[in-house]
T-cell receptor, first 106, second 112 residues
Framework: GIQVEQSPPDLILQEGANSTLRCNFS?????LQWFHQNPWGQLINLFY???GTKQNGRLSATTVATERYSLLYISSSQTTDSGVYFC????????FGTGTRLLVSP | GAGVSQSPSNKVTEKGKDVELRCDPI?????LYWYRQSLGQGLEFLIY????????KSGLPSDRFSAERTGGSVSTLTIQRTQQEDSAVYLC??????????FGSGTRLTVV
């Protein structure tokens, strides 16, 4: 099955800083999503991005399917961005990485 | 409904008992997934329903686990003879495939 590797595993930021999270995957996919799991456990769909670039406010994501990686950019981070960010590529079903745990301090 | 609804939100059961977890997907969503997340871990795929096709059951960890989806809508995940290692948060997601998947809030199952 698809292998998913996310980096860094942990990240601590000062409020206002920018960051880039990376997701490498081992096989061709036709589906890739980024999720944010907040401290209460709710998984929030950030992007559906099997290829290309999308932006939503302070967040943007880029997937280069031919090179099997995706990047999530967080700009001007806020304390509410804290939580775990999961990349989930797949062909039909999603395979989740182990996540990047982000802590944004005020 | 507006979102994916799961019930119960919490379930404590005795080892050896059977449990049923329910998922009400977003209306019109043809795809429905079950995942589980153990404490501090990532998400483990369990089963996938897509329209009227045969479900992909490749993630079910043992024959104690089964799931059905009635009328292409509501899904029930059943765990028979629960074991302590079944304790986890069970998450349901639905989607159309073109816009990604939306998760419910999950059912936290504790087997004592």
């Amino acid at each position: 099955g698809i292998q998913v590797e996310q980096s860094p595993p942990d990240l601590i930021l000062q409020e206002g800083a920018n960051s880039t999270l990376r997701c490498n995957f081992s096989d061709s996919v036709n589906n890739l999503q980024w999720f944010h799991q907040n401290p209460w456990g709710q998984l929030i769909n950030l992007f559906y991005i099997p290829s290309g670039t999308k932006q939503n406010g302070r967040l943007s994501a880029t997937t280069v399917a031919t090179e099997r990686y995706s990047l999530l950019y967080i700009s001007s981070s806020q304390t509410t961005d804290s939580g775990v960010y999961f990349c989930a590529p797949g062909f039909q079903k999603l395979v989740f990485g182990t996540g990047t745990r982000l802590l944004v301090s005020p | 409904g507006a979102g994916v609804s799961q019930s119960p939100s919490n379930k404590v059961t005795e080892k050896g008992k059977d449990v049923e977890l329910r998922c009400d997907p977003i209306s019109g969503h043809t795809a429905l997934y079950w995942y589980r997340q153990s404490l501090g871990q990532g998400l483990e795929f369990l089963i996938y329903f897509q329209g009227n096709s045969a479900p992909d059951k490749s993630g079910l960890p043992s024959d104690r686990f089964s799931a059905e989806r009635t009328g292409g809508s509501v899904s029930t995940l059943t765990i028979q003879r629960t074991q302590q290692e079944d304790s986890a948060v069970y998450l349901c997601a639905s989607g159309t495939g073109a816009h990604g998947y939306t998760f419910g809030s999950g059912t936290r199952l504790t087997v004592v």
